[in-house]
Each structure stands twice: as structure tokens, then as C-alpha cells.
């Protein structure tokens, strides 16, 4: 028997917060509504009632994260150019990996959110701002590969198991050590 | 009509680079054989004659980077522990990103492939004890986020558009320099 549905957005928020359980068991592809349904103890219609497709919840899940990295782009941009302005958004975007560090690990890197979001929000605009804003508008070789390992690690912070051991505030203090040692460091031992 | 099946070889080899245009497209999960079929022309059960399921086709098309990591985590297991050997490490992890650099791009971070793997070869083994030649049986926190910076980076280089234009050589060389900085030098400048 399906349980009766609570305030609406009670039930909502259950959805989403059942919904990134199943996607971190299952990956996003593999996760149906019916299974959502399912595990809420509801009928599917229940939970169609508050989303009509899965990349509906998906886009609603993801949705904080982008707000606040859209915030994080307008106040960085706000400020001149400078190192200062670098280290705020490197930082910013450490404080919003951990902030979200759970969802990140979940579905950040699954190539079907990838596609959706594409397809969806203006995300490689989001990713051209960012470089520009840490690196500048013409980045060197070096630059580009510094930004996108640093870019790279940074999401997958949140689903790496080594890492799970570490508390939030220890993850940021390391996080900017390798920042400032990774994209605002000469380089001291060149490699011939 | 289908298209005659070719060499049993050939086709085979024909399946795999079928395969992993439609993963680039479409992701692991999107894909299925019948997709391949159509795409390479042939009949279904050409496709089923050659691999049975489509996880088949993923661990065979992992498989030669599986291979290579196994080389490298003996020879550099049969080294006696230095600098040097975890320079051999991070060198050999470079060069085996950039010969499978494509693939990397396509496959790795997906949680179909991901779960895959996990269940059908032994990966975490494998990234374990690439953590103890990097950082040692007793890593600090420092040394656990150096390394998941950079293995998430390296593993991220493959499919990232900011670096598409970058040519093997130089991408070596900037990985390597990016190495020496995040996992080879005393903190210069640590942020309070």
C-alpha cells in the first residue's frame, strides 16, 4: 500500500533527497521514477505530481550549486584583476565542493548529468568565466593544464573514498595548500 | 540489408571503435548493442557473435589501459622506495593517460564503467597501491588531497575541451610540471 503523501513541500523535498540516495546507488541512468516511488513508499503518480521527469529532479538537485557558483561569478567579477581576485575564486569554488560535497561526488563526472546540464543551463559559459577569471584571457599552456587537473581533482573530491576520512575543515585547509602550490606557485623543480 | 560481417578480427576490432564512438555520444548507458549493430551495419547477432553483452565490450576496451597500469605497478614495486620511484610513478601514469587519452576522456568518471569495474577487475587494489608508491603506508592529510587532486585531474585531462588543442608532447610536459608543483614541493606560500 502507498503511504499517504505529506505537505507538498515536504514530499518534495523526500523526493529529492530519495531520489540522490538512488542515484548514488544505482548512477543517474539507472534510476526511474518508479524506483523513486518505490523506495518513498508512494505511488509513481505521487511523485510525478511534483516532477515530470527525472531530469526535472536532476536540474532541481543540481540547481543550489549553480546559483551559488553563478554568485561566486558576479562577485568575483566585480573585483579588478588581480592575485587577490584569483585566490577569492579558487577559494570560493573550494567552499562550494564542500559545501555540496556529498551531491558533487554523486553526480558530477556522470556523463548523462553532463549531457543534461549541457543541454540545459549554461554551464561551459559558467567554465570559460572561471578560467578567465583564474588564469586571464590569454592562458599559457601551463595555465590551461593547472586549471583543469586543480578543476578536475576538485570535483572529484567528493566521491573519493581516500578522502572520506577527512573533515570539512581539514579538506579546506588542504585543498588550498594544493591550490597555492598547484596554480600560484613559481615553478621550483622543472622536470627537463 | 546488413552488411557481410568481415574477418572475425576485423570485426571485432571493427565492434570496439563502434563502441566507443557511440560511449563518446551517448554514454555507456545510452548505448546498447542493438546501437552498435546499426551503427557498424550489421545484424544484431553479428555483434552477440562477437561479444556477448555490452560489459564485454567495456572491459575489453579497458582492458590494454588495465594491462599497462599492472606493468607499471610492478616495476615500480620491484624499486626500492625513493623520490625517484614515486617520480617513476607519476611519469608512468602520465605517459599511460596520454596513450589512452581519448578513451580516459570517454570512459573514466562514468558510474556505469565505474561500477563495472569495480565488480568485474580490481581497481580499488590497484589505486591503493598507487597511493602507498606515491605518498607511503602512512600518508597525511596533505598527501592524501596532493594525490586525489591530481589523480582526479590526470584522469579528467582525457575529456576536457580546454585542452584538446594541447599535443601530447606538451600536455607530457605540463602534467609533469604540475606533478613537481602540487606533489613535489614544500608549501611555499600555505594560506593561513
Do not use: C, W
Amino acid at each position: 500500500m502507498a503511504k499517504p503523501v505529506g505537505r507538498r513541500g515536504e514530499t518534495r523535498e523526500r523526493v529529492l533527497a530519495t531520489a540522490l540516495e538512488l542515484f548514488a546507488e544505482q548512477g543517474v541512468s539507472g534510476t526511474s521514477l518508479q524506483m523513486i516511488a518505490d523506495r518513498l513508499g508512494v505511488t509513481k503518480a505521487a511523485v510525478y505530481h511534483q516532477f515530470r521527469t527525472k531530469d526535472d529532479i536532476v536540474l532541481e538537485v543540481v540547481r543550489p550549486v549553480m546559483e551559488r557558483l553563478l554568485v561566486l561569478l558576479e562577485e568575483a567579477g566585480a573585483r579588478p584583476a588581480s592575485q587577490e581576485r584569483r585566490r577569492f575564486v579558487v577559494h570560493g569554488l573550494i567552499d562550494l565542493v564542500l559545501a555540496h560535497r556529498r551531491l558533487l561526488g554523486v553526480l558530477f563526472g556522470d556523463p548523462y548529468v553532463d549531457a543534461l546540464l549541457k543541454s540545459h543551463v549554461e554551464t561551459s559559459g559558467h567554465t570559460d568565466r572561471l578560467t578567465v577569471l583564474v588564469v586571464g584571457e590569454t592562458p599559457s599552456p601551463t595555465d590551461l593544464v593547472s586549471v583543469a587537473v586543480f578543476g578536475g581533482g576538485l570535483v572529484s573530491v567528493g566521491g573519493d573514498p581516500n578522502l572520506a576520512g577527512l573533515d570539512d575543515g581539514t579538506l579546506r585547509r588542504e585543498l588550498r595548500g594544493a591550490a597555492e602550490r598547484l596554480l600560484f606557485t613559481e615553478e621550483v623543480a622543472r622536470v627537463p
